[in-house]
């Protein structure tokens, strides 16, 4: 396994729609496998393939974020979302190509969701509270769009004013 680099916001490979992933392979278990350290080492609790720069329609995810809780990482492929509740929930979220910013972003609070295992094998499962805004997030990053996208114009402006210089002073070191 091996930690992979996140792609930091703004940068074109973000804004993406990502291809659908044919089949499972060695190389789909392997970057799902880099993935997870990736995201566990960020610490995060979701990372889509784009964030580190692969074209691919799959992420990552585990919202069981609490020391004692049991980890359950979870590894999508071709995520669909196949049913949205008609209530909406409000989390703070924040993402990991866009550090340390967080916004209240309103969407479904509950969801159905299919896609494909890492066994090839077809799953579905409802997905609610942060585990619901998690997998929304993350499909969004699969269509090249972020939770900032979300928000009101202005507000986005700011904070990608805020991401371009910091990723100015980081390339100064
Ligand atoms: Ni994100």
Redo the contacts with the bound molecule.
Sequence with gaps: MALRNILLHPDPRLKKVCDPVASVSDETRRLADDMLETMYDAPGI?L?AP?IGINARMLVMDCMKEDDDTPRPMVLINPQVIWRSDESGTYDEG????PDIYAEVVRPAEVKVRWMGIDGKTVEEQFDELWATCVQ??ID?LDGK??IDHLKPLKRQMITRKMVKLKKEMARG
Aim: aromatic fraction near 8%.
């Design positions: 979701g889509a964030q993402c990991l190509s866009i997030h993350e990053h972020l939770f």
